[in-house]
């Protein structure tokens, strides 16, 4: 198929036509995350720059009143990595706080490893469990011996930027109404693989442009797990963490229910290690998209409903996350079937019609990203352009084909209580409790 033929074909087109054999793109995905993406960005960035004497201000007032903060690092054979981001947290311009680890069973030398920094100082606490409890059970057993005013909670294949603590904080000086930070996650390990680069623009779309535009409009639904900041006070009205998978976007959405704000902060840098082949982002996938049905449409599904504490935020928070992840998937197959029965001989045609415009809707997206974050760019960031023509592919048909599997095996067996990333034990009483 020749390119002089695609372009006859798409000149033959009506505006009707048009749209009606490219709905999706020009009725859904380009309103959401171009169009409304682009006008919040150009809000946001001179926005930024205006605030900047408000930033100063609680930049002073943080350093004048120097609160103990809590770093917890909950994880399961990650000593390889702990080294690095102790080493991250002892150049951290901000110093008043604690790192506490807790190894929630490993079965490798991570406790030799832990227990050495330890002695060196560069870890304040470390806790070893020799039965392993899952994520949230280490997570809330740091919280438990921590200090600090506030909880930074990081990932152990982690590692943070100098400024990143203090970044990170910022927020809670400003508006006394904030009782979640989320910090800007992006790819440590993203030279290693086709894999880690792809996941490192992914993460530039997602995270640092799709949770700070979301922040904006005070929807933001999740506090990454591998990096985010909570109010002391907050974690302990919740009593910490409930048992995952989804653990992050469960207490975001708990927070929120209690009234307060969630925001992002996409200067406040944290480098986490990716799967490096696709066959383990698959599996990662798996259990982060079940999720999305276990924790918004089960377990917080009061949230879409009428009641006393309605809140038409957290509504909207929820039923756009359900809208555009659940129902645009059902939305995707139905798609495909209307194309290959309405005029299959037109199939190629519209295979590369939609390839071509969701490829330069992600250069545009890469773009409005650059503008963002340029000022924390590295060089090899930049260099990732070249990887954009391999995005529609792996986001509009591999992540979407696990993604549907992941809902399907969800909806029908309740998978993710079976996971083996949590110990049965402990996922057999959230089932029951129906955590």
């Not at 229910?257 to 799967?275: D, I, Q, S, W």
């Amino acid at each position: 198929m020749l390119i002089e033929d695609v372009l006859e074909f798409l000149a033959g087109l009506s505006t009707t036509q048009l749209i009606a054999y490219f709905w999706p793109f020009f009725l859904l995905d380009m309103t959401r995350y171009l169009f409304l993406d682009f006008i919040i960005i150009l809000i946001y960035i001179p926005k930024r720059i205006f605030e900047h004497a408000r930033y100063k201000q609680a930049r002073l007032n943080l350093y004048r009143e120097r609160p103990l903060v809590s770093v917890i690092v909950p994880g399961k054979n990650e000593g390889k990595h702990i080294p690095r981001l102790a080493e991250s947290l002892k150049e951290q311009y901000y110093k008043n706080y604690e790192l506490i680890i807790v190894d929630d069973g490993s079965d490798d030398d991570t406790a030799v490893i832990c227990r050495k920094l330890e002695q060196q100082g560069k870890i304040d606490l470390f806790i070893r469990n020799e039965i392993r409890g899952g994520k949230a059970s280490a997570a809330n057993t740091a919280f438990n011996f921590s200090k600090g005013k506030y909880i930074v909670h990081i990932d152990a294949d982690s590692h943070l930027k100098m400024d990143t603590i203090e970044t990170i904080l910022l927020p809670f000086y400003m508006d006394d109404s904030i009782g979640a930070v989320g910090g800007d996650v992006r790819v440590a390990n993203t030279e290693k693989s086709f894999a880690t680069r792809l996941q490192a623009i992914e993460y530039f779309k997602s995270i640092s442009t799709g949770r700070t535009i979301s922040s904006e409009l005070g929807i933001l639904r999740i506090i990454a797990g591998a990096h985010g900041a909570f109010r002391r006070d907050i974690l302990e009205r919740l009593h910490g963490w409930d048992v995952g998978p989804g653990l992050d976007g469960d207490i975001t959405l708990k927070i929120r229910k209690l009234g307060f704000r969630v925001v992002h902060e996409p200067m406040a840098v944290c480098y986490t290690n990716v799967p490096e082949t696709f066959r383990r982002v698959a599996k990662q996938r798996f259990r982060w998209d079940r999720s999305m049905i276990r924790f918004r449409v089960r377990k917080h599904r009061d949230i879409l409903l009428p009641s006393a504490g309605f809140s038409l935020t957290n509504f909207i928070a929820s039923a756009e996350n359900i809208f555009f992840n659940l129902v645009l998937d059902v939305k995707w197959w139905f798609y495909v079937v209307q194309m290959m029965f309405v005029n299959p001989a037109l199939l190629g045609y519209i295979f590369i019609i939609n390839y071509v415009l969701y490829l330069l809707a992600n250069i545009v997206e890469f773009i409005m990203a650059c503008a963002l974050l340029h000022s924390s760019l590295r060089a090899k960031d930049y260099a990732l352009v070249l990887f954009l023509p391999l995005i529609p592919v792996y986001t509009g048909i591999f992540l979407r084909i696990v993604r549907t599997y992941a809902y399907l095996m969800e909806f029908v067996h309740g998978a993710s209580y079976y996971d083996k990333w949590n110990p049965w034990k402990v996922s057999r009483v959230a089932k029951e409790e129906k955590l």
